[in-house]
């Protein structure tokens, strides 16, 4: 079981966002055996700002813009269960974890984390929170993530976020390990997919490659 855990927070491993994703593995590692856990902290990568040129929607994820977005795209590929991470940064997540979600978004034109499961945490100083999980929550099911659910509060409730991000873990740990499925998400991904495969194919001469991901993975088109 691979588990990718990515941290939006630009403090790193000192921040309490992370602390509580610390907590959550240990959940998962708790209830499962032979857990695999990769870590990434944004704010250590060099990330370039999407500039809207459509080269990842022509060339299935290739963008020309020369910085570390791609390993961690490939991470989430290759994860069973990805964990978003954001300290609450004026009703949002932070500049660097919004800057990688812009750079994926043939993730969600063609759902390519289907099949995998996912959970969120937020902090906040005090202030409103649960907006971020409902933002990260929105991203994972829209690129065909199941979603678990999502701890979030302020630092002043640090100690119970604590306790609800081991039991998030755990259940994290078995949905992946039983397969679990969650009929509600699938039935919205069924009708994103229907609305993207209308988009796709009316611009199958430009985007050929998330057109020729959609023909072999979901199908639907006629070439």
Not at 51 to 71: E, I, Q, S, W, Y
Not at 124 to 133: C, E, F
Not at 134 to 163: H, I
Request: aromatic share 10%.
């Amino acid at each position: 079981m691979k588990i990718l855990c990515i941290s939006g927070s630009p403090r790193g491993e000192h921040s309490n966002t992370f602390r509580l994703v610390k907590e959550a593995v240990a959940g998962i590692t708790t209830a499962e055996r032979g857990v695999s856990v990769e870590y990434i902290h944004l704010g250590s990568l060099r990330m370039e700002f999407c500039t809207g040129c459509g080269t990842c929607h022509r060339k299935l994820l290739f963008c020309p813009l020369k910085d570390d977005v791609a390993p961690v795209l490939h991470s989430m590929q290759e994860a069973d269960a990805i964990v978003l991470a954001s300290p609450v940064y004026i009703n949002h997540v932070t500049a660097q974890l919004k800057a990688l979600l812009d750079r994926s978004s043939p993730f969600i034109h063609c759902q390519m984390l289907t099949g995998k499961y996912g959970a969120a945490f937020a902090t906040s100083g005090g202030g409103p929170h649960a907006m971020v999980l409902d933002y990260l929550k929105e991203y994972l099911v829209s690129c065909g993530v199941q979603y678990v659910g999502g701890v979030s509060g302020p630092m002043s409730r640090f100690d119970t976020l604590k306790e609800e991000a081991r039991i998030l873990g755990a259940d994290l740990a078995k949905a992946v390990k039983s397969h679990i499925a969650y009929p509600d998400q699938l039935s919205y991904m069924e009708k994103r997919r229907e609305f993207f495969k209308s988009v796709i194919s009316s611009r199958k001469d430009e985007w050929k490659g998330e057109y020729a991901y959609y023909n072999k993975k979901i199908a639907g088109f006629k070439t």
